[in-house]
Each structure stands twice: as C-alpha cells, then as structure tokens.
C-alpha cells in the first residue's frame, strides 16, 4: 500500500509539474505570435473566425497537408469550441493556421498588421543628446534623424521588420509593393510627428523664456526607440553623450571629492592611530 501511495504522489507531482511546463510554453507562444503579427492577434483570430465555410475549408485541408491529416481532424473538431471560447487555441496551434491565412486575408487587415509591427519593431533604446542652446531645432532633428536613427533603411523599413511581416505578401509581388510603400509612409508619417512636435516645443519654450532659459529638455520617440535632448548654453556642437555627462548638461564633474581626498584619508589614518595607542 505504501509503493502505491509512493508511486500515486510521483504521478501526481509528474502531472503538475507537465501542466506548468505546458502552460509556461503556451504563454510563451502566444506572446511570440502576438509579436510577431504586431499585436493584432485577436483582429486575426476575429477574421479566421469568421470565414465562410469554403474558405474554412480550404484552410484546414491546407493545414492537414502542412501538419498532417490527424491534426487537420483535431482542428476541424475542435474549432467550435475555439470559436465559441470553451477552449483555447494554443500558440503553435493558431501561429500554424494563421500562416494560411494571407493569400485570403484583406488588404485592409494586412496594412493594420504592418502597423503594429511598425510600433514594435526594434529593441528598447534610450539615447542621450547634448546640443547647443542657440542651435535651430531643424539642425537639432537633423543631427539626431541622421545619427541615430540611422537603424532604417533607405527604405524606410529595417531588415527585421521585412522579415516579420514577409509572410504576408507571400510570392504576391503587388501586396509585396503596397506594403512596402505603407511601411515607408508610416515611418515617413512617425518622423514628421515627432520632429513636428519637438521643434514646437523649443520655439514656445524660445518665445516665453528668451532672457531667462539655460537649458530646454525634450524627448522624440520613433518605435521603442527614445532620445532625450537637452540644449544647453555649456555646448558648441551637438553629441551624443552618456546619461550622467546629459545630467551634467555638459559641465565637467565637480573635483572637490579628487583635490581634498587626500585630507579624508589623513583623517582616517590618524583615528586609527589614536584608537591603537589608547588601546
């Protein structure tokens, strides 16, 4: 009876720790296909859903041929379910069969898609600009359009970012065309926003603090690429700098602890010296 009691647990704590390990892996899938379809997952899933019965079925034939007749039959059964919400469409599951879907998805859906991945592309990045006080802001934007933002293409759109969404074209060589000329329009559109925003705010803050202003602080962000931007009456020439120089505003750091260092440690050596001979 104790083996069998023995045994029941290490099914039990098998079992559990199977469910942890396959939930951890369909979080994990799941957020890989929300990244890689621009956040627009659920406007997919939405359309997937929504297809007419031929399409559904073309779909799924497709889908037993890619992955096998097994899970063509699994999906077919199961789809219901996945639609009315009583159960859950895994990651892998839904990236497998949302790959089906672009030759028969809308133009519409596919621009949005481009979009999203527009938004997330790229990693997080915060960079740091000094630049002179009296400098025009349009020379301001060009400096930092020009040396950091240089991660773009010529074509407006980073090899990463073609890589995502590459499986929405296919071999159409049209779709391929519109969404290339979206993704330059949007990376067109992103700049002059952000560069119109920041050039307003150095001439309100040019016009309202003209005698008094030392410094104007500001922040583009392109994708999940941020720049801060201080002008400063201490700078000749705009740079790049590292946050604790941007702090500064590009006064050299403070050399009272270096010059009187030697004073400190005077100290401490007499303390110590004191505190033996009283011993």
Request: net charge positive.
């Amino acid at each position: 009876m104790a083996a069998r009691r023995r045994r029941s647990g290490y099914k039990s704590s098998y079992r559990k720790n199977y469910g942890q390990e396959a939930a951890r892996r369909h979080i994990a899938e799941a957020a890989e296909l929300s990244e890689r379809l621009g956040g627009m997952d659920n406007e997919v899933k939405d359309f997937f859903f929504g297809l007419d019965s031929s399409r559904l079925k073309d779909v799924f034939v497709a889908y037993g041929r890619q992955f096998g007749f097994d899970k063509q039959d699994y999906a077919e059964q199961t789809f219901t379910k996945w639609k009315g919400g009583e159960r859950k469409m895994s990651g892998l599951v839904a990236g497998r069969l949302f790959d089906l879907l672009p030759p028969i998805m809308p133009m519409d859906l596919k621009l949005r898609i481009v979009e999203g991945l527009f938004d997330k592309a790229g990693k997080k990045r915060t960079d740091h600009v000094l630049a002179p006080l009296t400098m025009p802001a349009a020379q301001v934007v060009a400096f930092v359009d020009q040396t950091l933002f240089s991660d773009l293409s010529e074509e407006g759109i980073d090899a990463g970012l073609k890589r995502q969404f590459k499986w929405l074209a296919g071999d159409d060589a049209a779709v391929s065309e519109k969404l290339l000329n979206h993704s330059l329009q949007v990376t067109f559109d992103a700049k002059k926003a952000a560069f119109s925003a920041i050039m307003d705010q150095f001439d309100r803050e040019r016009q309202n603090h003209a005698d008094t202003i030392t410094e104007v602080v500001s922040t583009i962000r392109l994708r999940q690429h941020e720049v801060r931007i201080k002008r400063t009456d201490i700078i000749e020439a705009p740079k790049v700098v590292d946050p604790m120089t941007f702090e500064r505003g590009g006064r050299e750091p403070p050399k009272a602890d270096s010059d009187y260092g030697w004073l400190v440690w005077l100290g401490i050596g007499g303390a110590v010296l004191y505190f033996l001979f009283a011993q």
